[in-house]
């Protein structure tokens, strides 16, 4: 038996390393692939920073506050049996209640920011589905004929046409490189959570001009009862003064007065009423509904005096939906920088196909006409690009630019937000005070309007000073109601400015309903 060369190329060690030395530079360019795939160049994303106060300009001491309607509030305890986000509840009025439910289920501005938020649900689902290969199938035919010279026949060779069937199976798959489809996820996943903060900024904004317009007509049925109790006082003066001057007591003067001073009540009452159709029909819109499909009925508003715990601004950037919404628009850019960026590097993208072909339909499906495709039919698995004449820095420096123009635009959220609070609060706290005295102008009034048709009545003095004393105690009463409904709407205004509530922060709703 003749000896075996171990060291000779045809041993077996010899052309075991021949056929090995493939797999081991293919595992090699595996292992850079995977490496390269972990790497991304998108820069890594930190919210900018933005100054904050230590303390609301205008909030007043952490007291508790009693108003009429027996609502109490206080800032360093707030009432942990209302709901998270169901703020206006603290005002204790079961038609605010009802009307706020009604609002959420049918209004239509909300079925449309609930749909925007589907749509950028679904585009983050897309952006996904680049993790995966793609694969799909497909059957059908060609007609062809070869020409003579791709066959190296003679020019005037006679090829036939013949019919190609063809079943297969293909596959796609590209491999992410330098982290570009990642920053693609990433930029529809912080697309969808801003989505998702904008639909609870929609959501309270709804839920403050339900309270605000609910409140402006209650306003407007206060100032109705305070006009509708004018004309039926006037309309005994009327009386007194024409049976004074069937008397011969005063001249006709004096009647002529009174029937204008009961007419121009009456005018402002109705145009008062006008007013309030119009905030009833507003409020019907808010509620999804036709003005002729809802009523409210008339209830005057009672003065609301709810202290509202401000909180301290740090935590207003939490609160805030628009504040959420305009930070989660700053990461979507920054990742879409890493888009732009990978763009520079080579991308690589993984075909091939399986199936059958054959010339003959009832020869498609047997084992000898299987065939497979590996690497793309057209084109390169693996591109570098080289030179695009500055396109692609031009995308860079766009991406960057945007990114600018959000972080710009979350600062100036943050700082509308902050003069949104220290507005409110300045109202509130301020018209406490004007309440007050609003309160002392309306009693001195009703006084001297009193002693006025005392004196009048002995003739001490003329009438016209008692239309002037009636006139300064109307004017005075609707000043008055007047504060209450602004107080309202105030209220309205620092819990909207405050993010809804005192609660659970926007950022954590956001996390927990992904």
Not at 310 to 321: D, F, I, N, Q, V
Not at 331 to 348: C, D, E, I, T, Y
Not at 396 to 423: P, W
Not at 441 to 458: C, D, G, I, M, P
Request: some cysteine; proline content about 4%.
């Amino acid at each position: 038996m003749n000896a075996i060369n171990m060291n000779s190329p045809t041993s077996g060690h010899g052309l075991a390393g021949r056929l090995l030395r493939p797999v081991r530079i293919g595992s090699a360019l595996l292992a850079a692939l995977l490496v390269l795939a972990g790497c991304s160049v998108a820069p890594t994303y930190e919210r900018p920073s933005v100054d904050t106060p230590a303390a609301f300009k205008e909030a007043a001491p952490q007291t508790t506050v009693a108003g009429e309607n027996g609502s109490q509030w206080k800032a360093a305890q707030p009432s942990e049996d209302i709901a998270r986000g169901e703020w206006w509840k603290i005002f204790s009025d079961d038609s605010l209640n009802a009307l706020e439910d009604r609002a959420q289920q049918a209004n239509q501005d909300l079925k449309a920011a609930a749909a925007r938020l589907g749509q950028a649900r679904a585009l983050t689902k897309d952006a996904r589905s680049a993790y995966f290969p793609q694969v799909d199938a497909g059957i059908g035919a060609t007609r062809q004929r070869q020409s003579p010279a791709s066959q190296s026949l003679p020019a005037d060779a006679n090829t036939q046409p013949f019919t190609l069937y063809r079943a297969q199976v293909g596959v796609s798959y590209e491999v992410d490189l330098f982290g570009r489809v990642s920053s693609n996820v990433d930029a529809a996943t912080a697309d969808a959570q801003r989505s998702e903060a904008l639909f609870h900024s929609v959501l309270l904004a709804l839920q403050a001009d339900v309270a605000q317009q609910y409140f402006l007509v209650r306003e407007l049925d206060a100032a109705l009862e305070l006009y509708r109790g004018t004309v039926e006082l006037r309309g005994q003066s009327l009386k007194l003064v024409q049976r004074r001057f069937d008397e011969g007591d005063i001249s006709e003067v004096d009647v002529a007065r009174a029937k204008s001073e009961l007419a121009s009540a009456q005018s402002e009452a109705f145009g008062i009423a006008r007013q309030r159709a119009t905030a009833e029909h507003a409020l019907a819109i808010l509620l999804g509904s036709t003005p002729a499909e809802f009523s409210l009925p008339a209830r005057p508003l009672t003065r609301i005096s709810i202290g509202i715990p401000s909180g301290l601004p740090s935590t207003l950037l939490e609160r805030r939906p628009d504040i959420a919404a305009a930070e989660r628009a700053m990461a979507a850019a920054n990742a879409r920088v890493g888009v732009a960026k990978s763009a520079f590097f080579p991308s690589l993208n993984l075909t091939g196909g399986l199936g059958y072909e054959s010339a003959q339909l009832g020869d498609l499906f047997n084992w000898s006409s299987r065939t497979f495709l590996l690497g793309p039919l057209v084109g390169t698995a693996l591109s570098m690009p080289l030179f695009d004449g500055g396109r692609r820095q031009a995308g860079v420096d766009r991406a960057r630019a945007s990114y600018e123009e959000q972080v710009s635009t979350y600062r100036g959220t943050v700082l509308n937000a902050f003069r949104e609070v220290e507005d409110n609060l300045a109202n509130l706290r301020i018209l406490g005070d004007q309440n007050q005295a609003q309160d002392e102008a309306v009693a001195a009034s009703a006084r001297a309007a009193k002693l006025s048709h005392t004196q009048y009545r002995e003739g001490a003095v003329s009438y016209f000073d008692v239309i002037d004393a009636d006139r300064t105690v109307l004017q005075q009463q609707r000043v008055s109601v007047q504060l209450d409904g602004e107080r309202a709407r105030s209220t309205v205004n620092l819990i909207r400015a405050l993010g809804g509530g005192w609660g659970t922060p926007v950022a954590t709703k956001l996390s927990s309903a992904q």
